[in-house]
């Protein structure tokens, strides 16, 4: 490969990535008035983190249902308020006595 090539698709790369950070802010300049659109951002992030995890909670053991049962004890811990640690931890200990059990 030329190095012509490689700067033109290092440039072309850095142009893509660049315009969605850059029309937001150019145009999205003041407070957004759209209840709808401000609950849509406000759950944006927590339904791509979402998609991140799910799929790689199901792939995380050789048995499926020690990586289920682990990930429910993930969403109860969470909605007990614990912490980020709390969660995964324990998380990860209920993956672990199950993984022993089976």
Do not use: W
């Not at 790369?13 to 609950?39: A, H």
Request: with cysteine; aromatic share 12%.
């Amino acid at each position: 490969m030329n190095m012509n090539k490689v700067v033109l698709t290092i440039i072309f790369m850095t142009v893509v990535t660049y315009i969605p950070r850059f029309i937001p802010i150019t145009f999205c300049r003041g407070q957004l008035n759209s209840k709808f659109l401000n609950s849509f951002l406000y759950y944006v992030p927590y339904a791509v983190l979402g998609a991140l995890i799910f799929p790689d909670i199901l792939n995380s053991t050789p048995h499926t249902i020690s990586a289920v049962i682990g990930g429910i004890s993930a969403i109860i811990l969470a909605f007990m308020n614990k912490g980020l640690m709390t969660v995964v931890i324990g998380a990860i200990a209920v993956v672990y006595i199950c993984e022993k059990l089976i």
